[in-house]
């Protein structure tokens, strides 16, 4: 009975859509951390879409999957950093967080993939393996130290506390 139940919240876990964050210490100065993560998702081939100095976050999307899986399943899959820079006013440091997601655009199935129909949205999903490992790498790229990983929202990070590195 025991092997079943942590069967099923491995399971249920690993289906999860939640976004995966990372986070850690900087070294010091929030815009040179701003700077480094737009650098980072650059080198790693990732669009900027979207991101603001003075608020301190940047976003950048890379897609992940062919054209043979856009064809058969209507999909693009891509993988997505958020990087935040924040100075904590309690400890005098500097913060850089990334969150990992993955995106389903909704394109388009084998036959309709000939017609001009806009993108039919798309869906959240679990971060990539890929995607986990890009945003760790931009952190320790970074010089980000005491790095600590949480899966979900923050209400459940409060209640079970770090994960650590995936």
């Known amino acids: 009975m025991k092997k079943s139940v ?5 399971a249920m876990s690993a289906c999860s859509s939640a976004p995966v964050s990372y986070y850690g210490v ?27 100095s003075d608020a301190g976050f ?29 100075d904590n006013p309690a400890t005098g440091e500097t913060n850089l967080r990334v969150v990992a997601t ?18 039919q949205g798309e869906d959240v999903l679990a971060p990539s393996d890929s995607g986990k490992f890009d945003a760790r790498a931009l952190l320790a790229n970074c010089g980000v130290s005491n790095v600590t990983g949480f899966s ?9 506390g770090p994960v650590g590195l995936l």
């Open 6 to 10: 942590v069967f099923a919240v491995l």
């Open 26 to 52: 900087a070294p010091p100065g929030r815009e040179t951390a701003y700077q480094c993560a737009v650098a980072q998702l650059n080198i790693m081939g990732y669009t900027i879409e979207d991101g603001n």
């Open 58 to 86: 940047v976003r950048g999307r890379k897609q992940t999957s062919g054209l043979g899986t856009q064809i058969f399943t209507g999909n693009t899959y891509h993988d997505v950093l958020t990087a935040s820079v924040f």
């Open 102 to 119: 993955r995106i389903a655009d909704q394109d388009t199935g084998l036959l309709a993939a000939l017609s001009d129909d806009p993108e």
């Open 152 to 160: 979900g929202t923050p209400e459940r990070h409060l209640l079970q």
